[in-house]
């Protein structure tokens, strides 16, 4: 997500708006950018590239005279990382600036009736409509809160906003809805953050903004009003948390973070996509002709996106009745692929960056291939190299083990999925609301499956000490396995292979002895049967066997395995974008019960960009 910074009050902005971008630097980001409020108007400074870099643009073209400016890092969503696309974005006429962080949905249509306006338009991004807006709305009212309040009235989405205006000097107006942003209080200077890091320096006294609110900042003071502009009075928090933790948001670790985030970057993945109970993938340009032209598809990836692709291949054959083939992109590139101009080559990847999955890419575009890519990192050279892309919109990962990137990487191929399928009039129009509806309700039901960590965290306390752990899983379960034990040994160092459970008799069961641990996945309903004989059969060569499973056969589940790990009931295809959360908890509670270094794991690197 992008970083945000403000500051109105009795100092140089430059030097807090600096600091407090630096101090979010580990966010990641492609770009940064500030804007001033000065006697004689409103300055924009910003450049793709690193705060480094702003630092110096602003040495350059300084000194600045101001006490009110905002800052921002970028995480590009709409519009690949550029100096015009950076934050801040200015009004055409330059009367306001606009910092951002979130999704406008409806961008593109406030964008076309602007321009039909007149309003000439400089980058391709979404934020830049609230500028425009607003200065569009101000030519009516003259009123700069009112016209933030007509704005707020007409935009759609995620929003965490910092706003100036040139004729109101010393104000800063700053609005929240399904994006954090948080006040600071200073003496005679007060302050706006998407992070309390960046603050944490100049004052540790804060409030958090609740979705609706707008707060208007001057030197002075705060108000903040609710979404019906009725003063709110905000309960002030002392922040006693040292820097460092805060840049994780209080967890001890960005791994437990962003699994904690996966709720949050589902929202952002999937609402802007579903539209009156439709999949609407605007940022998709293959036409249903197209679609209906393919006769083969490959998904091609590596790791945890390889895994997202075994489940993809269930999920479209499921749904479009079309096989799928599933590659390696290491073994693809050197397979001599059976790929032409009618293939259409799925490329997953979060970096956009991995060298094998870009070589494959190459091989399959080189014979003719469509490239549709998942890619959770705007503007990378997989993402610039592909004939389509549909970003996850994750927000940067910053672990080495992937989670929230992999949570929606799989809404996406579900999403492409059901798309696909009404296209091709394969998808029974049941079921394609039933997944609908189940995609929506996907967010909350992975937060009741974070509250109960604490479960996975006693388990992990039991277990750390295996040196092999099995994973075993038919269908559905069997591909989730792979990622679970992916990540456990990642992390932990702890040795674990998945295996599809009916393989265990052409060999592997002779493994199991007294005292194996087996985590048993048991969710894909239809074959929960075969699971419960699987489980069976390793408790009678001595295993000690940790399920996962639905609520709705967690009775069954206990009368045979030690220990029981349960997932809400959803629709099949959506039951692995919930049970892989507690494989990633276990996995990282056994990391942290063996003292690994969990964010940065041994000999691995979080882009993969050498063969
Ligand atoms: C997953 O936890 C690993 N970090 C690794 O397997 C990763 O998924 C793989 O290297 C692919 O990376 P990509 O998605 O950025 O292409």
């Not at 705060?51 to 073209?61: G, Y």
Request: hydrophobic share 40%; with cysteine.
């Amino acid at each position: 997500m992008c970083g945000i910074v403000g500051y109105v009050g009795k100092r140089q902005a430059v030097p807090i708006l600096l600091q407090g971008l630096y101090k979010l630097e580990y966010r990641g980001y492609d770009s940064a950018g500030v804007a001033l409020l000065e006697e004689k108007g409103l300055q924009v400074v910003k450049t793709r590239g690193r705060i480094r870099e702003l630092d110096e643009l602003l040495e350059k073209k300084g000194p600045f005279a101001a006490a009110c400016g905002i800052g921002h890092t970028r995480w590009a969503t709409h519009g690949a990382p550029s100096d015009v696309n950076s934050h801040p974005h200015l009004s055409a006429g330059g009367k306001f600036a606009v910092i951002h962080n979130g999704i406008i949905e409806n961008y593109a249509e406030i964008k076309e009736y602007l321009i039909h306006q007149g309003v000439h338009f400089r980058s391709e991004t979404d934020t830049e409509v609230v500028a425009q807006l607003l200065e569009f709305y101000y030519n009516e009212c003259h009123d700069f809160f009112e016209a933030v309040g007509r704005v707020l009235r007409r935009i759609e989405g995620a929003y965490a906003l910092g706003m100036l205006c040139e004729d109101c000097p010393g104000t800063l107006i700053a609005a929240r809805k399904d994006a954090p942003l948080l006040l600071g209080y200073g003496e005679g200077e007060n302050f706006i953050a998407s992070d309390v890091t960046a603050l944490l320096r100049y004052t540790r006294e804060v409030s958090y903004m609740e979705d609706g609110e707008v707060a208007v900042l001057t030197k002075d003071g705060v108000q903040v009003f609710d979404a019906l502009q009725q003063p709110v009075e905000k309960a002030r928090h002392h922040i006693d948390w040292e820097v460092s933790a805060a840049e994780k948001g209080g967890y001890p670790h960005f791994m437990l973070k962003e699994i904690f985030e996966q709720p949050e970057a589902l929202r952002r993945t999937i609402s802007p996509r579903l539209k009156e109970g439709r999949v609407v993938l605007e940022d998709m340009k293959l036409t249903p002709e197209q679609i209906r032209g393919f006769t083969k598809v490959f998904i091609v990836a590596c790791g945890s996106s390889y895994h997202v692709g075994m489940l993809g291949k269930y999920t479209l054959e499921h749904l479009t009745r079309r096989s799928v083939e599933v590659c390696l992109a290491s073994e693809f590139r050197y397979s001599d692929p059976i790929v032409d101009e009618k293939t259409l080559v799925i490329v997953i990847s979060q970096s956009g960056e991995t060298l094998d999955t870009m070589a494959a890419l190459r091989e399959a575009k080189a014979r003719g291939a469509y490239i549709l890519s998942i890619v959770n990192v705007v503007g990378s050279s997989i993402a610039r190299e592909s004939d389509d892309v549909i970003y996850t919109w994750a927000g940067p990962e910053i672990a080495v083990a992937t989670t929230k990137a992999y949570s929606t990487q799989l809404a996406v191929l579900d999403m492409i999925g059901l798309c696909f399928g009404e296209v091709l009039g394969t998808v029974d129009p049941a079921e394609y609301r039933a997944v609908t509806a189940e995609l929506q309700k996907l967010p909350e039901k992975l937060e009741s499956v974070l509250a109960r960590c604490e479960d996975i965290q006693r388990y992990a306390a039991e277990y750390f000490n295996h040196e092999s752990i099995f994973f075993i899983g038919r269908n559905l379960d069997y591909a989730l396995g792979l990622e679970g034990s992916l990540k456990l040994k990642e992390i932990s160092y702890i040795h674990s292979e998945a295996y599809a459970s009916g393989e265990l008799k052409h060999g592997t069961i002779s493994l199991i002895e007294d005292g194996t641990l087996v985590v048993a996945l048991g969710t894909y309903d239809a074959l929960f049967d075969k699971a419960m004989s699987n489980i069976i059969e390793v408790k009678a060569r001595g295993a000690d066997v940790l399920a996962l499973t639905t609520e709705r056969r967690r009775a069954e589940m206990e009368k045979t395995a030690s220990a029981v790990l349960t997932v809400p009931n959803t629709v099949p295809m959506l039951l692995p974008s919930l049970g892989v959360v507690p494989l990633q908890l276990f996995a990282y509670y056994m990391a942290l019960q063996r003292g690994c270094d969990v964010d940065k794991p041994r000999n691995l690197a979080k882009s993969v960009t050498v063969e």
